[in-house]
C-alpha cells in the first residue's frame, strides 16, 4: 500500500458519511459504500419515521391494500443492523459545507467528513382556490397514500388532475377498486411530455376501455365544495363531480439547503459524472441532482427509481477513492391495470417512430424511436423482449433495417451487431 | 436457518445464512451480495438480478416464466438454468441452494 492509499484505508475507518434523505439513492448507497469498501460510520437521516422503502407501489399495491408498508421496505431491518448503518428520523434545516456540519430542525448539529444529499423531490402543488379542501391529495410518500387510503371507504367519483404516469397509474388503481375515475389533462393528449403520439393513443384507448373518462386540453379554475370537495370547476364553465381529488403534475426537486449553502444548483443540484457536488466532499443523487448525460449532450435531471441507483453506486464509488461513472442508460418503468411498460432510453429529440404491434387494439407494443436512423429510445407494453433488445441496440446505436424491426416474425437477436469489437461482453450464448 | 451460496463471476464465494421466505432476489440484497442488483424491487422490469442454478438445484427452483424468458433470452450470458432471481422464492426448505451470477448484469 502507498502513503496515500494508507490514509485513504484509514479514512475510510474513522470517518463518518452522512446520508441527507432516506429513498431508493439511499438505500442504495448503504449496501454500495459497505461493497465499496467503506468501513466507518453510515448515518441516514430520513423525515419519514420509517426505513426507506419502495415508491413505485405506492400509487399500485399499496393504494389497493394490497401491501403494507414493513413488504414495501427496500432493505430489511436486518440490514442495516448487519451493515452498522445508524438510521434517524430528523428534518435537515441547513448545511455548512465550510464547518462541515448539517443543522437538523431542533437545532442540533452533526459533523461530517463525507455528506450525501439524497434530498429527493415534492409534488408540485395545485395553487387554485379551493386546493386546501379535504378529500384533495397530491401522491408522494407513504403517509399521502395513507390519506387516500381513508377516503376511499366513501369515494365514489374521483378526479386525477394530470395525465402523465403517476396519474394514470392512480387512476388504473382507482378503477380496480371500482371507483369512477376522470382524468384531467391540459395537453391534447396524455403522457405527451414523454411519448410518441402513437404511444399516447394506445393509452388512451386501454384507459377508456377500462372505464375513465378521458378530458383532454382541459383548464380547471377552482375546486369546490363545503369544507370536502365536491367538483372541478374547468375553464370552459363545466363542473365535474368529484369526492376525491388526486394531483399529479409533477414534481419539483428539493434543492433548497443547498442552494442556501452555496452549492451549485441548475435545475437540480448540480453533479458531475462521478456524482461531486460543487462543494467539497458534498455528493448528491437521485430526484434531486442534475447529471450531464454524454448520449443527450446536456444536463438532465431524471425521476426515477434506476437513476436514484445508478447514481448512488457512482457516489459510493467516488467517495471510497474509486471512479465509476454515472453512466448507465437511463430506463423507466409503469404499471397499470396488466400493461407493464419498460421504456429504454430517453425519447428526446427523436425524428421519427418504428412500431411494433398495432396502437388501434391489444394489450401490447413497442414503440421504437429513432434519430438519424439508430434507435435512441423504446416504450414496450408488456413486450419484454423488446425492451431488452432495445437496451443492447441503443448501447450499439444500432441502425436497424425499420421493414425487419415492424415485422413480427423477426427473431430480433438477429438485428443486432454480435462481433465481439461492438458487442459490450463475449457472447456465449 | 438455510445456507444460499451466491459464487460471483471471478470465482469469489458468498455464503448467505438466512430464515426468510422470500425471493432470492431479496435475500441477496439484504445481504449485500454484489452483482444482483434487483433495481426495479422484483416486478421482472430491470433484468439485473440474473443468476444460473446450478444443474443439481435447477430441478428444484424449476423453470422460469414466460416472462422471464423474453428478458432472459436477449442475454449474451443466458443459459439453459438462467433466472431472474427475483422470480425464484426460497423457502428455508431449500437449504444449500447455489446459485452462479453472470460478468454483467445487462
Known amino acids: 500500500m502507498s502513503p496515500g492509499e494508507r490514509s485513504a484505508a484509514a479514512a475510510m475507518n474513522s470517518s463518518r458519511v452522512v446520508i441527507v434523505g432516506a429513498g431508493h439513492a439511499s438505500a442504495q448507497l448503504c449496501a454500495s459504500l459497505r461493497q465499496e469498501g467503506w468501513a466507518g460510520e453510515i448515518l441516514l437521516i430520513g423525515d419519514e419515521p420509517c426505513l426507506p422503502y419502495q415508491r413505485p407501489p405506492l400509487s399500485k399495491t399499496f393504494l389497493a391494500g394490497e401491501s403494507a408498508l414493513d413488504e414495501l421496505l427496500i432493505r430489511k431491518p436486518d440490514f442495516y443492523d448487519k451493515q452498522a448503518i445508524t438510521l434517524r428520523c430528523a428534518r435537515v434545516r441547513s448545511l455548512d459545507p465550510e464547518a462541515r456540519e448539517i443543522r437538523l430542525g431542533h437545532g442540533e448539529t452533526l459533523a461530517y467528513d463525507k455528506l450525501v444529499l439524497c434530498l429527493g423531490a415534492r409534488p408540485r402543488r395545485l395553487v387554485l382556490p379551493g386546493a386546501e379542501l379535504a378529500g384533495v391529495h397530491h401522491l408522494r410518500d407513504a403517509a399521502d397514500i395513507e390519506a387516500i387510503r381513508a377516503d376511499l371507504p366513501a369515494a365514489r367519483r374521483a378526479v386525477i388532475v394530470g395525465g402523465g404516469y403517476i396519474g394514470l397509474e392512480t387512476a388504473a388503481s382507482l378503477r380496480n377498486l371500482g371507483v369512477a375515475v376522470t382524468v384531467l389533462e391540459a395537453a391534447d393528449r396524455v403522457l405527451q411530455r414523454v411519448t410518441a403520439p402513437e404511444v399516447s393513443t394506445f393509452y388512451e384507448r386501454v384507459h377508456r376501455e377500462e372505464g375513465v373518462e378521458l378530458r383532454l386540453g382541459v383548464g380547471i379554475t377552482a375546486l369546490e365544495g363545503d369544507g370536502r370537495v365536491s367538483g372541478v370547476r374547468l375553464a370552459d364553465g363545466d363542473l365535474v363531480a368529484a369526492d376525491l381529488v388526486i394531483v399529479g403534475i409533477g414534481v419539483v426537486p428539493n434543492v433548497e439547503i443547498a442552494d442556501r449553502a452555496g452549492v451549485s444548483v441548475e435545475d437540480g443540484i448540480v453533479i458531475d459524472s462521478c456524482g461531486r457536488t460543487s462543494a467539497p466532499d458534498i455528493y448528491a443523487a437521485g430526484d434531486c441532482a442534475s447529471y450531464f448525460d454524454r448520449r443527450q449532450g446536456r444536463r438532465l435531471r431524471l425521476e426515477s427509481v434506476p437513476n436514484a441507483v445508478e447514481q448512488a453506486k457512482s457516489v459510493a464509488a467516488a467517495i471510497c477513492g474509486r471512479e465509476k461513472e454515472i453512466a448507465a442508460l437511463p430506463w423507466f418503468w409503469s404499471d397499470q391495470y396488466d400493461l407493464k411498460l419498460q421504456i429504454a432510453g430517453l425519447s428526446t429529440g427523436y425524428e421519427e417512430v418504428v412500431l411494433r404491434g398495432d396502437p388501434a387494439t391489444g394489450r401490447d407494443l413497442a414503440c421504437f424511436y429513432l434519430a438519424r436512423g439508430r434507435i435512441i429510445a423504446a416504450d414496450c407494453v408488456n413486450r419484454p423482449h423488446e425492451f431488452m433488445f432495445s437496451k443492447r441496440a441503443i448501447a450499439q446505436e444500432l441502425a436497424p433495417d425499420k421493414e425487419l424491426l415492424t415485422d413480427l416474425t423477426t427473431d430480433l437477436r438477429s438485428l443486432l451487431d454480435r462481433s465481439p469489437s461492438r458487442a459490450p461482453r463475449a457472447d456465449r450464448s | ?106
Open chain 2, 1 to 106: 436457518m438455510a445456507t444460499v451460496t451466491f459464487v460471483e463471476h471471478d470465482g469469489t464465494v458468498h455464503q448467505v445464512d438466512h430464515d426468510e421466505d422470500g425471493s432470492l432476489m431479496e435475500i441477496a440484497t439484504n445481504h449485500a451480495v454484489p452483482g444482483i442488483e434487483g433495481d426495479c424491487g422484483g416486478e421482472a422490469a430491470c433484468g439485473t438480478c440474473h443468476v444460473i442454478v446450478t444443474d443439481e438445484w435447477a430441478g428444484t427452483v424449476g423453470p422460469r416464466t414466460g416472462r422471464e424468458q423474453q428478458m432472459l433470452e436477449m442475454s449474451p450470458e443466458c443459459e439453459a438454468n438462467s433466472r431472474l432471481a427475483c422470480q425464484v422464492a426460497v423457502s428455508s426448505a431449500m437449504d444449500g441452494l447455489k446459485v452462479r451470477l453472470p460478468e454483467f448484469q445487462m
